[in-house]
């Protein structure tokens, strides 16, 4: 979502699972098995403050918001929640690598969502259901952010 959302502002995009991986060396599944979640959070909270600096659309993995100084940086920042149900987000990583799901991802995902979703909307300015296709949860995050690109 965030690339298209920068490919259509004309601005470029960070992903934190992906400077994430780049920092250690590992996917964020394999960092999460050998190191554990604490691991992940610290590592985590460090190339989000990275991103956030750069002219970019940042994308966060769902557990970001899980630490408080990751909270206070997301509060700053112009933060929207992309939301839908549990069903439509464990049909969308079944394939991923994804520990922190278990051998039964939509009871995890449920779980997941009740400790995180007073996180999410503690930094959140606006909530865009992201059930619908790309273009249309694109749209819906532009007409609520009430900008033009934030960059370039």
Aim: with cysteine; glycine share 8%.
């Amino acid at each position: 979502m965030a690339r298209a959302l920068a490919a259509r502002w004309a601005c470029d995009w960070r992903d934190t699972d992906d400077l994430v991986e780049a920092r250690v060396g590992v996917t964020v599944g394999e960092l999460l098995r050998t190191r554990g979640e604490g691991a992940l959070r610290d590592v985590e909270v460090e190339v989000l403050r990275t991103a956030l600096a750069s002219d970019a659309v940042v994308s966060t993995g769902g557990g970001v918001v899980s630490r408080d100084e990751a909270r206070a940086l997301l509060r700053e920042e112009p933060t929207i929640w992309l939301d839908c149900a549990d069903e439509v987000v464990a049909s969308r990583v079944s394939d991923g690598d994804r520990p922190l799901l278990g051998e039964d991802p939509r009871a995890a995902l449920g779980e997941l969502r009740e400790r995180r979703e007073a996180w999410y909307r503690e930094v959140s300015r606006e909530r865009v259901d992201a059930a619908s296709e790309l273009d249309e949860v694109v749209d819906a995050v532009i007409e609520v952010s009430g900008r033009v690109a934030p960059c370039g």
